[in-house]
């Protein structure tokens, strides 16, 4: 695997990261036991993400932080500023699809720009899979909920 690519994918990991810290952070605050189990499963699947993510980097003999950067650490900060408005169950749904589109966007970049093989084909295919049903559901909430 070439640096750029190893590069990019750990973008992706980092990523994933996030999007466990946003749904963490927007599940506190929502009231709708609807969308706080699906927070909950989007979570789960995220680290489900995260850890296949790992385990594909370690295989290729590629190490990956233990901690988060700098960096990351203040994305999470800005984070919790921006969701400090988020007041009730339809903000939080839609700063949860924006999180998703972003996860979306992310996945779609990634397999425009690199070549990659079977496994890592098939890993990216499921994150895709699940970031969709999530945003689906999500949108059935907000339209069963309005």
């Given at each position: ?48 993400h ?14 990956t932080p ?6 990351e ?15 009730n ?15 979306k966007?992310?996945?779609h ?38």
């Open positions: 695997m070439d640096k750029k690519m190893k590069d990019e994918l750990e973008k992706l990991l980092k990523g994933t990261h996030m999007g466990i810290f946003t749904f963490d952070d927007l599940l506190e605050k929502a009231d709708c036991k609807e969308l706080r189990d699906l927070m909950r499963e989007a979570i789960a699947l995220f680290h489900r995260e850890e296949h993510l790992i385990r594909y980097l370690h295989d290729l003999g590629e190490e233990n901690e988060k950067g700098m960096d650490r203040f994305a999470d900060l800005m984070t919790m500023v921006k969701h400090l408005v988020v007041n169950d339809r903000e939080i749904a839609d700063e949860a699809l924006k999180a998703i589109d972003m996860g966007k992310a996945l970049d990634f397999k425009e720009r690199y070549q990659v093989p079977m496994a890592l084909q098939k890993l990216l295919q499921v994150m895709g899979d699940d970031y969709e049903t999530i945003y689906h559901r999500l949108h059935r909430i907000v339209l069963t909920n309005e």
